[in-house]
């Protein structure tokens, strides 16, 4: 793969909050992005993704280390990463009053274009996120998606090299997800870097170009998806419903309720448990390790218990 | 950043903040007439008009300060919720632009209910072309401070709940507009008239009152009331500053 450079990169980024506890978010972080490419910042609940993108996009102070977004430092030129930046916060609601037009107008409006250039940018980013027809519609009349959508229209006109988007589809439905998926490749084929951070794995496993895997402040993967996938030696899965004795003997186990997900390193070992719960009349199904078995599994969470 | 920006950035902040409502939420500005015009109807009624004079300069100071003060609320509301506030920090934005911008919405909003209750004073008479001018000044500093009490409250309960900062900023602008000699001279407060020019809207009021010749103040007096006005309008900027944080830490 051909880089153009990098994006943004951090350097043993550290965030420590003192509120009633001292709670350490970002242990020394070091991420790089590439410019061109949509980098997911994939980790569960309190990992810290939104400090990090929060960092990242000036409005945040680090407590150690820096970080450089197209080679301005977001300690030392805040001023000059926000000229090329521009940010849609995590569970961000529309300002109801607004239209989605008007959404696209003023945030351009706040980046420096004329009227006729903010009328430009408007109407490509509502082109872009596919509401240019709803585009007079005031925002608490559209649905959680369109709403979405009019928000990230607003990051779309800023017309900036880098956007970063703090989990930008969480409540979303399917359909409205695709959208979103679809605007943001789009914008990588424009040319645009993104930095996205979720919790959702099939959303870091569709739009990625490149992911890091975050975890209680520290980085433990970073890569394609093929990498991060090699990075466990299971290949396959197989999920077994109902009652199958000594599992274990297969491959690790993760129990869940009546189910359980065996996690087996060759596509032999995969065929061989398939055909012994066939015999046992056992319902049980094979395929690829996803995403999700290779997050739980560096994060730590799988439990490996046999079946009682 | 240049000055032509910050300015430029300001109005685009007002406007974003002020004409969704003027264009969708017309009764928005009847309210605030509304809400200085209510003591008027009972000074009609108890003063059988004697008082109405006192009264619209009450009303023009409360259409400025009442919303004046929840500038600091609709600050919190962006940031919490709309989160306009987070991505605007992201942007090449001074943050004076989005102060004075937040601030200036208001003012934009209370200009029908201040030419409405300017024209009924005119209608009176006492408006000449001076007085006009100093009510324009003391009342844009009494926009000016009570806008500032807004962000200070804003800045230094920025944790506690919408809830509670709503009913705060609701009592301030009660407590600040309807209680002190706003409506009423300050003359009716006999020897404790001198607390008036303590209070940004009374000191306000006694101000547009004493030009219109309907209070006698001399000319050390109103200058060093004007003192008291400006040096209470920057503590409370100064203390709001000084807390503020546009990026957090």
Known sequence: ???????????????????????????????????????????????????????????????????????????????????????????VATYNNFTPWEYGYYFARLRGMSVSEAKQASEKALKAVDLWELKNRMCQTLSGGERRRAIIASALSSNADVLMLDEPTSGLDAVARRGVWSTLRDMVEEGKTILLTTHMMEEAEMVSDRLAIINKGDVIATGRLDEIKALIQEK????????????????????????????????????????????????????????????????????????? | MNLTKILKDMMIIAWIKSYPDFRRNPLMLLLIAMIGAIPLFFMLLFSGGGMLIHGLIGAMISSVAFIGVMAGIQD?????????????????????????????????????????????LASWGVLTLSTTVWMAIALIVAWAAMSAIGFMISTYLLKTSMMVLNNLSNLLGIGLIFIPPVYYPETMLG??????????????????????GLLPLSAETILTRWLILIVTTVLFVVLTSVKAKWRET
Do not use: C
């Open chain 1, 1 to 91: 793969m051909i880089t153009l450079g990098e994006a943004v990169k951090s350097f043993e980024l550290v965030k420590v909050y003192h509120s009633k506890e001292k709670v350490e978010a970002l242990k020394g972080v070091n991420i790089s992005v590439d410019k061109g490419e949509l980098f997911t910042l994939l980790g569960p609940n309190g990992a810290g993704k939104t400090t990090f993108l929060r960092i990242i996009s000036t409005q945040l102070m680090p407590s150690g280390g820096d970080a450089e977004v197209l080679g301005h430092s977001v300690l030392k030129e805040p001023e000059e990463v926000r000229k090329h930046i521009t940010v849609v916060p995590q569970d």
């Open chain 1, 236 to 308: 396959y899965r197989v999920v077994v419903e109902g009652k199958f004795e000594r599992l274990s003997d297969y491959g690790e186990v993760a129990k869940l309720g009546d189910r359980n997900i065996v996690y087996v390193k060759t596509q032999d070992e995969a065929l061989e448990l398939l055909k012994n719960t066939l015999k046992m009349n056992v319902r049980a199904e094979a395929s690829p390790v996803t995403l999700e078995d290779v997050f739980v599994k560096l994060v730590g969470g799988i439990n490996n218990h046999e079946p009682h």
């Open chain 2, 76 to 120: 919190i509301s962006w940031d919490r919720y709309v989160k306009i506030r987070e991505m605007i920090v992201a942007m090449p934005v001074h943050p004076a632009s989005y102060a004075l911008g937040i601030a200036l919405a208001p003012l934009l909003l209370s200009i029908p209910s201040m030419i409405f209750f300017g024209a009924l």
């Open chain 2, 191 to 212: 020897s404790l008239s001198w607390i008036s020019a303590l209070i940004p809207t009374s000191n306000v009021a006694g101000l547009i009152r004493a030009y219109m």
